[in-house]
Nanobody, 124 residues
Framework: QVQLVESGGGLVQAGGSLRLSCADSGRTVNSLSMGWFRQAPGKEREFVAAINWSGSNTIYTDTVKGRFTMSRDNAKNTVYLQMDSLKPEDTAVYYC?????????????????WGQGTQVTVRS
């Protein structure tokens, strides 16, 4: 069974960087397309980035393009979200998710497996 565990969240000043990791403590995620979503207080969950199983196709929401980079290391069963030039509006709980779909998806309902989330707080 796939069990996703996020790490790497924390408190950072605006303009700073964080790298989130998502590891599978159960079965391998190597065959899954993976996504990152976030949810800020009082707001709906929103798509951030997604990557296909091989890492050859990555998509981003417009608000993070050029600042965030999603990648994966299938040898380590881990996906990453490198977040640079962070802004206070990036503050949220960040969730990684996995789907058996071949292509990366922006739609939360496409994802079967979800982690518990990691808090990212960006101070202005």
């Amino acid at each position: 069974q796939v069990q996703l565990v996020e790490s790497g969240g924390g408190l950072v000043q605006a303009g700073g960087s964080l790298r989130l990791s998502c590891a599978d403590s159960g079965r391998t995620v190597n065959s899954l397309s993976m996504g990152w979503f976030r949810q800020a207080p009082g707001k709906e969950r929103e798509f951030v980035a997604a990557i296909n199983w091989s890492g050859s196709n990555t998509i981003y929401t417009d608000t993070v393009k050029g600042r965030f980079t999603m990648s994966r290391d299938n040898a380590k069963n881990t996906v990453y979200l490198q977040m640079d030039s962070l802004k206070p509006e990036d503050t949220a709980v960040y969730y990684c998710a996995g789907t058996a779909k071949y292509n990366p998806s922006r739609v939360g309902y496409d994802y079967t497996y979800w982690g518990q989330g990691t808090q990212v707080t960006v101070r202005s």
